[in-house]
Each structure stands twice: as structure tokens, then as C-alpha cells.
Nanobody, 125 residues
Framework: QVQLVESGGGLVQAGGSLKLSCAAS????????MAWFRQAPGKEREFAAG????????YYADSVKGRFTMSRDNAQNTVYLQMNSLKPEDTAVYYC??????????????????WGQGTQVTVSS
């Protein structure tokens, strides 16, 4: 079992930055692909960024590419999402998700059985 706790959300003006963190419990963090998803009001949850077990490959949705940077620290059991040049359309609840052990990275939500509670990011214009 894996428990995920996100932090770092808040209210920011357009053009500003936020850094989200997701702390994972357990000793199997380094064997799991990790991802950030987001759900805007009235919309379905969507993939934002993902990272392989070793952190060697990172994937981004086109909508955040060049502005968001995902990273992981396997020694600290934590993943991060640095969000720069934020836009009002980035307003959403951001969720951290963990794959099953040794599962290959995929963007699909079905690849992630473990989810955090979410953290709200609001970008004002």
C-alpha cells in the first residue's frame, strides 16, 4: 500500500510560479512510475506530467510543456512539479499518482492505483 500526500498548492497571479510536492509512504517508491494529473472545474481529470522509476525520462502534456518541470528524489520518497509562467487555464486540483511496482510508465489513469487527495492551484488573471 502506498499513501501519497500533496502540498504546495495555492493562489497565484498569472505569470507566477508554484512548486508542488508529493510525499509517498513505504519503501517501494523507487520501483514506481509517478505522475501528476489535474482536474479543472467542469472538466475531466487529465495527465499533466509523468516520470519513470529512475527519473531518467519525463513526459509532459503539450499544454504544460516548457513551463512545468517534474522531478523525483527517491531518497526522500518525493516527487515535485515546478510550475512556471502559470496561466488561468492551469487552475485545477492537482493529483499525484503512483503506479504498481515495476509497472512501465503510461499516461493512462488506469496505470495508477494510488492517488493523493489533491491540492488546489488557482491562477488569477
Amino acid at each position: 500500500q502506498v499513501q501519497l500526500v500533496e502540498s504546495g498548492g495555492g493562489l497565484v497571479q498569472a505569470g507566477g510560479s508554484l512548486k508542488l510536492s508529493c510525499a509517498a509512504s513505504g519503501r517501494t517508491f523507487s520501483s514506481r512510475a509517478m505522475a501528476w494529473f489535474r482536474q479543472a472545474p467542469g472538466k475531466e481529470r487529465e495527465f499533466a506530467a509523468g516520470i519513470t522509476r529512475g527519473g531518467d525520462t519525463i513526459y509532459y502534456a503539450d499544454s504544460v510543456k516548457g513551463r512545468f518541470t517534474m522531478s523525483r528524489d527517491n531518497a526522500q520518497n518525493t516527487v515535485y512539479l515546478q510550475m512556471n509562467s502559470l496561466k488561468p487555464e492551469d487552475t485545477a486540483v492537482y493529483y499525484c499518482a503512483a503506479s504498481s511496482e515495476y509497472a512501465p510508465f503510461r499516461r493512462a489513469q488506469s496505470n495508477y492505483p494510488y492517488w493523493g487527495q489533491g491540492t488546489q492551484v488557482t491562477v488569477s488573471s
